[in-house]
């Protein structure tokens, strides 16, 4: 989204978020109630420690710590020898001790960076810390009454928070956006935004261009989405430069992101601010992290988007652009790789950029009209090859691969099997038998040939037509162009 140039000029946005994360490990962080309540009813995956009984004691999900390393490492983060768990105390009817379990002074890790690029640069925006603590309940709100489902308290959720290194909403959508890939590379998190899974608050002030400084910062929260994260950003920066400019102090606040009217409103002043009495949590021992414990963790780290996104270009010979689309979804990229393996045809650099072609223009297409994942396609990355090596063959035309594609994508049937039971004739590689029914399409529509000699285009485009008719669609439509051309040339007028 283009932000007011006036704001980009006189003004410089600064921006830092804090990213939640809900961590994909199956029990939740302190008991072992299961984490998959998505399709369940309210208040069936709980038990006393989520529900906040007392004298009940919390134990340490090690898994949730493992993703939470793990993360760090990949945002190139310190990771200390001690770590512990404090209580953040505030009153919310979500919240079931009355305090959550997060860390304060101490977290998992700290000092890390994430590079981005932007407008070809690259950008190092600076990540304070990532660590974990764990989710609240979530209330349901009705006409004049309101009913708690505790289903999700007590999932883990890993807090990253950058640096005020941001330097635009876009910048923000493109952080957002690198973080995402990187966690669902990781496996840690399903990075569903729309789902609730990964939540997005952002801290933005503005300043006069050139002073160091930073002013008067804003919370905004409810971002759903990469996109309602840049529009937000964007609103609050040009209401904050209106607001200087007319010489109104900003306040500091907490602001709600309004999706459907595109405005921040505000929630709550810093003055009603909680004094969250932060203290060491007495039910849980302090960590010590072994330190072989997380150089295995560091071993066996999968390859990053960058990483890929390079390997990709130069194993492969793939452009900038077909590496970038390939390697935004992890699995995406995963069934590249597989057809490239699967497939036989000619040297690996041609059978990349098939594959390539395939599954950006077509595989894609398909899935995204289906609504469905590409871990759910009924192409498996085997049929896919088997199409490639049909065209590569000579077998089929890239016209009937589109129809074979189509049918082995509805049916879930191999390619190869989908062309015997159509009974689609090999292409006519006859150069001799294609000139004589090119002939015959000449002789038998002499109306049509004298339509062409007068100019008319469209003529030569039914001539065309006719041909592909009668070889029922197995001659390639341009050697059939370029031989009825020189026939039609050296036809002698009737
Ligand atoms: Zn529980």
Redesign the pocket.
């Known amino acids: 989204m283009a932000m007011d140039t006036e704001v980009a000029t006189d003004f410089e946005v600064v921006i830092g978020l804090e990213v939640h994360a809900q961590l994909l490990t199956k029990s939740?962080m302190f008991?072992?109630?299961s984490t998959d309540y998505a399709n369940a009813a309210p208040n069936t995956?709980?038990?006393?420690?989520?529900?906040g009984m007392p004298g009940v004691l919390p134990v340490i999900n090690q898994g949730a710590v493992a993703y939470t390393i793990m993360t760090a490492l990949s945002l190139n983060c310190t990771i200390p020898e001690y770590s512990k768990f404090d209580r953040k105390n505030y009153p919310y009817p979500d919240l079931m001790k009355g305090y959550q379990i997060s860390q304060y002074d101490i977290p998992l890790s700290k000092n890390g960076y994430l590079l981005i690029e932007y407008e070809g640069q690259a950008r190092r925006i600076g990540i304070t810390r990532v660590h974990l603590e764990e989710d609240t309940a979530r209330l349901l709100h009705f006409d004049g009454y309101s009913l708690i489902d505790i289903n999700r308290s007590?999932t883990p959720l890993m807090e990253i928070v950058s640096e005020p290194d941001i330097r635009s909403p876009e910048e923000a959508r493109l952080y957002m956006q690198k973080l995402r890939e990187i966690l669902v590379y990781l496996g840690v998190s399903s990075g569903r935004m729309e789902e609730g899974s990964l939540r997005c608050d952002a801290n933005i002030s503005i300043r006069p261009r050139g002073q160091q400084k930073l002013g008067v910062k804003t919370e905004i929260k409810n971002m759903n989405s990469f996109r309602s994260v840049e529009r937000a950003l964007a609103y609050e920066a040009q209401r904050q430069v209106e607001l200087l400019r007319a010489g109104i102090p900003i306040q500091q606040e907490t602001r709600g992101w309004v999706e459907t009217k595109g405005i921040t409103v505000a929630q709550r002043s810093k003055e009603y601010a909680h004094d969250y009495r932060y203290f060491p949590e007495p039910d849980l021992p302090p960590l010590i992290i072994n330190r072989a414990w997380v150089e295995g963790l560091r071993a066996q780290l999968p390859e990053l988007p960058d990483a890929r996104r390079a390997r990709y270009m130069d194993e492969y010979g793939l452009s900038a652009q077909d590496a970038n689309v390939l390697t935004e979804e992890k699995a995406l990229g995963d069934y590249f790789e597989q057809v490239v393996a699967a497939s036989q045809a000619s040297d690996r650099w041609t059978r990349a950029k098939a594959a390539a072609n395939l599954v950006i223009n077509d595989v894609v297409r398909l899935l995204k009209a289906n609504s469905i994942s590409v871990e759910e396609s009924p192409l498996p990355p085997a049929a896919s090859a088997n199409l490639l090596d049909l065209l590569a063959r000579g077998r089929i035309t890239g016209r009937q691969g589109k129809e074979v594609l189509e049918e082995a994508f509805a049916s879930g049937k191999m390619p190869e099997t989908v062309v015997q039971e159509k009974g689609i004739e090999p292409p006519i590689s006859d150069q001799g038998a294609l000139e004589r029914i090119i002939e015959e399409v000449i002789t038998n529509n002499a109306k049509v040939v004298s339509d062409y000699r007068a100019g008319k285009t469209n003529a030569l485009q039914y001539l065309i037509g006719q041909v592909m008719k009668q070889t029922r669609g197995q001659a390639k439509a341009d050697s059939v162009r370029t031989i009825l051309i020189t026939k039609l040339d050296e036809t002698p007028p009737a």
């Not at 995956?45 to 529900?51: E, K």
């Open positions: 939740k008991c072992t109630c995956h709980v038990c006393p420690v989520c529900m007590g």
